[in-house]
């Protein structure tokens, strides 16, 4: 996507809600051009600066992406990665990732989910409902972003292509090493969302067993936008 966003040829690069810095990496090493991130959160920018310490072609920078601090027209690709999900006001924050873009530039919205078009079997009726968007809720965000983006990419003025990041679905051994590395969030979340605990472990002996004999399937819609600034 980042290719066919234009991002080797672009010089001026905005990767807003940049978080720690590892996509602003990817960004610097894919381009000759100079990447600018933005994050509102103090501690992701001090993250990010420790971690692009050494890059020569990124500045790093608190900004909030529903107001960002730049003249319109002043980049030649927008990105953000994850980020509508968790936005306050996603409409504006794609009117100002479409403002300072620059006529004939891109904007690149990416791995936005939708829990609603989770795909799970076998089923649980009562854990899938946590991952099937409540758990997004209750956090604040918008677990049907990923449906949503060409509205707003429309609405900001953009000409808009979408699609979907994820279109392979993994296997169990790939969700089952996934669940390994990830069972304390999955144990933390379900604790939070009331199960007990003799519940949660009726469901990894379910899950994991299904995953086991290869006949578990998993698929979580990740969606991509993106759009030229016409």
Same mark, same amino acid.
């Given at each position: 996507?980042?290719?066919? $966003?234009?991002?080797?040829?672009?010089?001026?690069? %905005?990767?807003?809600?940049?978080?720690?810095?590892s996509?602003?990496?990817? =960004?610097? %090493?894919?381009?000759?051009?100079?990447?600018?991130a933005?994050?509102?959160?103090?501690?992701?920018?001090?993250?990010?600066?420790?971690?692009?310490?050494?890059v020569?072609?990124?500045?790093? !920078?608190r900004?909030?992406?529903h107001d960002l601090?730049?003249?319109?027209? $002043?980049?030649? %690709?927008?990105v953000a990665?994850?980020?509508?999900?968790w936005?306050?006001?996603p409409?504006?924050?794609?009117?100002?990732?479409?403002r300072v *873009?620059?006529?004939?530039?891109? +904007?690149?919205?990416?791995?936005?989910?939708?829990?609603?078009?989770?795909?799970?079997?076998p089923e649980?009726?009562?854990?899938?409902q +946590?991952?099937?968007? !409540?758990?997004?809720?209750?956090?604040?965000?918008d677990?049907h972003?990923?449906?949503?983006? !060409? *509205?707003?990419?429309?609405?900001?003025? =953009?000409q808009t292509?979408?699609?979907l990041?994820?279109? !392979?679905?993994?296997?169990?051994?790939?969700?089952l090493a996934?669940?390994?590395?990830?069972?304390?969030?999955?144990? &933390?979340? %379900?604790t939070?969302?009331?199960? &007990?605990?003799?519940?949660?472990d $009726?469901?990894? &002996?379910?899950? +994991?067993?299904?995953?086991r004999?290869g006949?578990?399937?998993?698929?979580?819609?990740?969606?991509?936008?993106?759009?030229?600034?016409?």
């Open positions: 996507m980042y290719f066919r $966003a234009g991002l080797p040829d672009a010089a001026r690069i %905005l990767d807003v809600g940049c978080g720690s810095g996509v602003t990496r990817d =960004l610097c %090493l894919l381009t000759n051009g100079h990447v600018t933005v994050d509102v959160d103090p501690a992701m920018v001090k993250a990010a600066k420790a971690g692009l310490r050494g020569s072609n990124a500045t790093i !920078r900004a909030d992406a601090p730049f003249d319109a027209g $002043a980049f030649d %690709l927008v990665n994850l980020l509508f999900m936005a306050d006001r409409q504006d924050l794609a009117d100002e990732m479409a *873009t620059r006529r004939g530039g891109r +904007v690149l919205a990416s791995m936005e989910p939708d829990y609603g078009g989770k795909v799970h079997f649980n009726p009562i854990v899938d +946590v991952f099937q968007g !409540r758990m997004i809720e209750r956090k604040g965000g677990p972003a990923g449906r949503k983006l !060409r *509205t707003y990419f429309v609405k900001a003025g =953009l292509e979408v699609g990041s994820n279109p !392979r679905i993994p296997s169990c051994e790939e969700d996934s669940y390994d590395l990830e069972k304390g969030f999955y144990h &933390r979340a %379900l939070e969302a009331g199960l &007990r605990k003799a519940e949660i $009726a469901w990894e &002996r379910d899950y +994991v067993a299904s995953l004999e006949t578990q399937l998993n698929y979580l819609p990740l969606f991509y936008a993106l759009g030229t600034k016409k």
